[in-house]
């Protein structure tokens, strides 16, 4: 793709430069061109001419005497110690004066020296202006200096672009966007109906997730430009910049319809306007301005608006509204098959092995984005290159999900072996905790290397299944096995470590959820006291209630998670025999894969082992 950027100035280096070009004028230029010539003449010539008549102007000063004749040409000499001077020059007829150049008009004085050096600073700025936009062959802008010019960059060529081959996992938006392709190869179709095309689609989703990707698939597969501009480009230091930036883009659009405009961090200029004082100004009119120029095209001309956020709720109403970006294209994390569809399409750019298990890495890689998913299976290419094979492996993408999903191994670090035995124990405990209790997710590895993130241990939970509705019941099996690391520790060597503490914030925010969100407590019912903000970049919440209610929150969170704390401890008592003979392969292996770990499972449990046992 050809992209052409225009550098950008900042305005204060214009002004910086005005001010140097005035100084310098009024220091060089202007002396030589503005002091009138003095001729400098020996004394004895000035005696002459006044002998002569000839001087009609005399000024003494300190170290020389200044006069004119009666032409008006002035002369100079050297202070000589002349007492009869005066009076000489006084029969002579000459005048005394005390300031003999001939001042200039103060109003031509001030045209010259401030105006001149401005003009000429402004013409030369807009020759070179000029200039560089025929360089880069855009349109000329009217503003001076290119100052408030979009810089949009523009993506003329799209056919070599990506299409929606390209993105995976992501129908329902494919879906909604090509009918936006449709209509930018077939307007006339949709003109006969009489139909009018959405002029803007807001995709909305977490970062990563491929929403650049998709907006440019709209444009590769209309095979139409392609501009591009970031809502932050918008935002400028200087009142009514951005503004102007704004219609310059969709000039710039209206000149090459039909074709695509992208806004990404739509949020930056489209926030919500909340009138408070001080607020900023500049932000509201770059709005203004945007809400303006989308009302103001003829959708029919073929100027598609995508934008990108991924804070939906932060968005000014007014942007929402119908005739503006009336589509919303959700554009969500990928499912298990998104993830194997997303590796697929990334891993036709390397050269891989055969029988690549692409499922097994999806599912290894739960939660991951678009983004990373690339990053993985990149990843999992620089790990064949070190080890110097040439094609990548299915260890290799496995090891990669690690990577990225929990920073790079790092074998050299020791670990004392009691820290080992503990964090082997700990781990074991999560697993086991969540393997009796039947409807909690089978752990599809577990390692002890640690990693550099700090993590000592590290389960891979993995869901055979994913279901978006979780009970009651799932939630608090999900807690008992966030506790049940702590809980193998205090089992085993009655002694509690650091290395529950991430265990505890997650096992937390899922208890305080149930209660304050979900109405899954008995306390409280079906009660919202907290709002979700933020849903795509984390997910802060905010109370909304009083303070007497939020202290008996907290009480009741203690509670919910005590029991499945109480749940898993009992848990791992009863299966004290798997337990100690998992964490021992586990120490000893320092993996133990999902298989191995449900054989021993199995095999050191009395009533299946029996069982399996009798059957053969
Ligand atoms: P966003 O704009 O949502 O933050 P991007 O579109 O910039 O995300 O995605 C960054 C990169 O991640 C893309 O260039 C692409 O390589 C990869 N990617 C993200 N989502 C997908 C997807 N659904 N299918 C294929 N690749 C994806
Ligand atoms: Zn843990």
């Known amino acids: 793709m050809n992209e052409v950027k225009k550098p950008r100035q900042p305005m204060i280096f214009y002004y910086v430069l005005a001010i140097v070009a005035i100084i310098l004028f009024n220091s060089l230029v202007s002396p030589l061109l503005f002091s009138p010539r003095v001729t400098e003449v020996t004394y004895d010539e000035f005696m002459t001419m006044t002998e002569d008549k000839k001087v009609a102007e005399v000024m003494v000063e300190d170290n020389q005497i200044m006069f004119s004749d009666a032409e008006g040409n002035l002369y100079k000499t050297g202070l000589m110690d002349d007492p009869d001077l005066t009076s000489r020059l006084y029969a002579s007829g000459a005048k005394f004066s005390s300031e003999i150049v001939e001042q200039m008009s103060p109003l031509l004085s001030f045209l010259i020296s401030w105006l001149l050096p401005l003009a000429l600073m402004i013409g030369l700025g807009q020759y070179f202006s000029k200039k560089l936009v025929e360089k880069a062959g855009g349109g000329a802008g009217s503003m001076m200096f290119g100052m408030g010019k979009s810089n949009a960059k523009v993506y003329v060529k799209s056919t070599s672009g990506i299409k929606f081959d390209d993105v995976a996992g992501e129908d329902e938006a494919n879906e909604i966007l090509s009918e936006i392709v449709d209509f930018l190869h077939n307007p006339k179709k949709y003109e006969e109906i009489g139909a009018k095309m959405p002029k803007g689609a807001l995709l909305v989703g977490p970062p990563g997730t491929g929403k650049t990707l998709l907006a440019k698939a ?40 039909p074709c695509i405009v992208f806004i990404d961090e739509v949020d930056a200029i489209g926030g919500k306007r909340d009138g408070r004082i001080g607020g900023n100004d500049e932000r509201e009119q770059t709005l203004n301005q945007l809400l303006t120029e989308m009302d103001g095209f003829e959708g029919s001309k073929g100027v598609v608006i995508l934008a990108a956020t991924n804070r939906p709720e932060s968005l000014d109403p007014a942007l929402l509204r119908p005739g503006r970006f009336d589509r919303r294209v959700p554009v969500e994390l990928p499912d298990l098959q998104g993830r194997e569809a997303i590796l697929k399409v990334h891993a036709k750019k390397v050269q891989l092995q055969k029988n690549i298990d692409f499922a097994a890495v999806a599912r290894a890689a739960s939660g991951a984005s678009g983004a990373e998913l690339a990053n993985i299976v990149n990843e999992a290419a620089l790990r064949a290159v070190r080890d110097g094979r040439r094609l990548v492996t299915q260890a290799d993408l496995e090891e990669s999900v690690e990577v990225i999903i929990a920073c790079y ?9 009691k820290e080992k035995m503990v964090v082997a124990y700990h781990e074991i405990g999560h697993a086991l905790v969540a393997a009796k209790q039947s409807e909690s997710a089978p752990v599809h590895k577990i390692t002890i290397i640690p990693r550099t993130n700090g993590a000592l241990g590290y389960t891979m939970q993995v869901e055979e299944n994913e279901h978006f509705l979780l009970t009651k019941e799932e939630l608090e099996n999900k807690i008992a096995t966030f506790t049940g690391g702590r809980a193998a520790e205090a089992l085993i060597f009655g002694q ?9 914030e997650q096992a937390t ?108």
């Open 218 to 257: 709209v444009a590769g597969e209309a095979n139409v430009p392609f501009f591009s501009i970031s809502g932050s480009e918008f935002v400028e230091m200087f009142v009514g910049m951005g503004a102007a930036k704004v219609r310059d883009l969709f000039k710039q659009a209206n000149e090459k319809a």
């Open 496 to 504: 509690i470590t650091t290395g529950a503490s991430n265990d505890i």
């Open 509 to 616: 925010r899922l208890a305080r959820a149930m209660i304050t969100r979900y109405g899954m407590s008995d306390e409280f019912g079906m009660v919202a006291m907290e709002q979700l903000q933020n849903q795509y970049l984390g997910g802060d919440t905010t109370l909304a209630c009083s303070n007497e209610t939020a202290n008996h929150i907290d009480e009741v969170v203690r509670g919910q998670i005590a029991a499945p704390y109480d749940k898993a401890y009992r848990i791992l008592q009863e299966n004290l025999q798997q337990l100690h003979a998992l964490a021992k392969y586990l120490y000893e292996h320092e993996t133990i894969t999902g298989e191995e770990f449900m054989d021993i499972l199995h095999k050191t449990t009395p009533q299946i082992a029996a069982a399996t046992a009798a059957q053969q």
């Open 409 to 417: 191994q790092k074998k050299n670090r020791v670990m004392s072996d």
